[in-house]
C-alpha cells in the first residue's frame, strides 16, 4: 500500500508544475496563435502551421486540418528561427518529462515515454518575426 502511495505522489510532482509561460523578448506570447513554419527531424518536410504556445508545450495546427502537441526544450524563446520541442503524433503529454498515447506503431500502444525524446521525434518551430513582440529600447 505503500508504494501505491509513493507512485501516487511521484504522479502528482510530475503533473503539477509551475504555470509559467513561454516568453520571447521578456514578453509572454503565451496563447496566441503564431504563424509558423515547421520542420520535422524524421521526414525532412517543412510545412506551413500555426504554432500556440502554452507553458511547456506546443501546439502545431497544420493546414491540413491535423494538430501536434509537443514539448518544448525551453520557455524563452531565443531564436525565432529555431525553437525546438519534442513530440510525436498520437502523443499526448502530460507535464514536462511525461507523455501518454497509442499510435500506429505496435511500440507505442500504452507507452510512456520518458526524458528527452529520440531525433525522429524533434520538431523545429520558425516564427515570422513581424508577429512577435518587440523590446522598445
Keep these: 500500500m505503500k508504494a501505491l502511495g509513493l507512485l501516487v505522489s511521484a504522479l502528482a510532482l510530475l503533473l503539477?508544475?509551475?504555470?509559467?509561460?513561454v516568453d520571447y523578448?521578456?514578453?509572454?506570447i503565451d496563447g496566441r496563435k503564431l504563424p509558423a513554419k515547421i520542420y520535422s527531424y524524421k521526414t525532412g518536410g517543412l510545412y506551413d502551421a500555426q504554432v500556440q504556445f502554452k507553458q511547456d508545450f506546443a501546439t502545431i495546427y497544420f493546414v491540413n486540418g491535423s494538430q501536434l502537441?509537443?514539448?518544448l526544450n525551453q520557455r524563452t524563446i531565443t531564436d525565432h528561427k529555431n525553437i525546438l520541442g519534442y513530440g510525436r503524433p498520437g502523443q499526448i503529454p502530460l507535464s514536462r518529462w511525461l507523455a501518454v498515447g497509442v499510435g500506429s506503431e505496435a511500440g507505442l500502444s500504452g507507452n510512456v515515454a520518458l526524458g528527452a525524446g529520440r531525433l525522429e521525434d524533434l520538431w523545429s518551430i520558425q516564427l515570422n518575426p513581424s508577429v512577435l513582440p518587440q523590446n522598445s529600447q
Excluded: D, E, S
Excluded at 25 to 28: A, D, E, P, V
Design 25 to 28: 523578448q521578456g514578453k509572454n
Design 69 to 71: 502537441t509537443i514539448r
Design 16 to 21: 503539477t508544475t509551475p504555470a509559467l509561460a
